[in-house]
């Protein structure tokens, strides 16, 4: 069965500073690969979703970026983090021939 | 543009009752609806995948059922514990729209011992 793995769990950064999370996945292949964010007292905003190695579509204009240079890894990257950034950022998959998301256990920011 | 609605918000009840969690969608042309566990501070659980051309799935005290027509789906949780208390979230895939998948804003359930 497919694990995702998220790293830093969490993370406190100061205003302007870069940023760098990683979203490994384990046990499938060519999966579809997701970042959300999920602010305080909000639902899940799509950020970024990879159907392969290098294809990344930005749903939201912000100051983040995403990167994909490996089948099983999603990176999401800022050069300078606004408070604005603060949140808890989700990596997701959909396995090639499943219909069903799977979600990472999370990585809480905190921008000062 | 699909749009995904939860009503409750939040939602408390006393141990052992029978509860509904409601979901509604705009747009019924959908590929799937699949409901979420999330609890603080934690990613989320799915708990249960509906195909569009389903009705219901079951998966031991959870039911959840889906009306492509009317837009809606519900969440029914039998004899509900303390250990249920969580937010639950829904969420649908649009046929259209590339991979992208619509999440509602959650119900906040807290089952009282």
Do not use: M
């Not at chain 2, 492509?68 to 519900?74: F, L, M």
């Not at chain 2, 509900?80 to 590339?98: E, F, I, M, N, W």
């Amino acid at each position: 069965s497919q694990t995702i793995h998220q790293w830093p769990a969490t993370l406190v950064q100061p205003v302007g500073s870069p940023l760098s999370l990683e979203c490994t996945v384990e046990g499938t292949s060519n999966p579809n690969l997701y970042w959300y964010r999920q602010a305080a007292g909000r639902g899940l905003q799509l950020l970024f979703y990879s159907v392969g190695i290098g294809q990344i579509s930005s749903e939201v204009p912000q100051n983040l970026s995403a990167s994909r240079p490996q089948d099983r890894q999603f990176i999401l990257s800022s050069k300078k983090l606004l408070l604005s950034d603060s949140g808890f950022y989700l990596c997701a998959l959909k396995g090639t021939g499943h219909n069903e998301q799977f979600f990472g256990p999370g990585t809480r920011l905190t921008v000062l | 543009k699909q749009e995904v609605t939860q009503i409750p918000a939040a939602l408390s009840v006393p141990e052992g009752e029978n509860l509904v969690l409601n979901c509604s969608f705009t747009d019924s042309a959908i590929y799937n609806l699949q409901w979420f566990r999330q609890d603080p501070g934690k990613g989320l659980t799915s708990l249960l995948l509906i195909q569009s051309s389903q009705r219901e799935q079951t998966s031991g005290r959870l039911n959840a059922s889906l009306d492509k027509s009317s837009g809606r789906s519900t969440l029914y949780i039998a004899a509900s514990q303390p250990g249920d208390s969580a937010t639950y979230l829904c969420a649908v895939r649009p046929q259209t729209g590339g991979f992208k998948t619509i999440f509602g804003a959650g119900t906040r359930l807290f089952v009282k011992a």
